[in-house]
């Protein structure tokens, strides 16, 4: 069974940087699609982005183009989510989840997907 567990969050000002960790046990996610989905209080799970693991092809969401980067490291089974130029509307719990079946573009849009880690808070305050 596929397990997911995120690392990374914290505190940080405006403008400051995090980067977020997803490591995987119990199968390899050479062959799935990896995501990071966030929600804050009283809004819906968006998915932020999304890697093919095999390809390494991904998707972002508009209102984090240009500042966030998702990557891999297939050894490791692990995906990596960079965050710069954070804002307070970036404050939420972010998920890292895995998907076999669809595109990073349908898991990230429509969250679909199998598998989903606890979360990680991430709080952009000053």
Not at 53 to 60: E, F, I, N
Not at 77 to 97: F, G, I, R, W
Request: glycine residues 10%; charged residues 15%; proline residues 3%.
């Amino acid at each position: 069974q596929l397990q997911l567990v995120e690392s990374g969050g914290g505190l940080v000002q405006p403008g400051g940087s995090l980067r977020l960790s997803c490591a995987a046990s119990g199968s390899t996610l050479n062959y799935y699609a990896v995501g990071w989905f966030r929600q804050a209080p009283g809004k819906q799970r968006e998915g932020v982005s999304c890697i093919m693991m095999s390809d390494g092809r991904t998707y972002y969401a508009d209102s984090v183009k240009g500042r966030f980067t998702i990557s891999r490291d297939n050894a490791e089974n692990t995906v990596y989510l960079q965050m710069n130029s954070l804002k307070p509307e970036d404050t939420a719990v972010y998920y890292c989840a895995a998907d076999p079946r669809h595109t990073v573009q349908d898991m990230c849009v429509m969250a679909l997907t199998d598998y989903w880690g606890q979360g990680t808070q991430v709080t952009v305050s000053s």
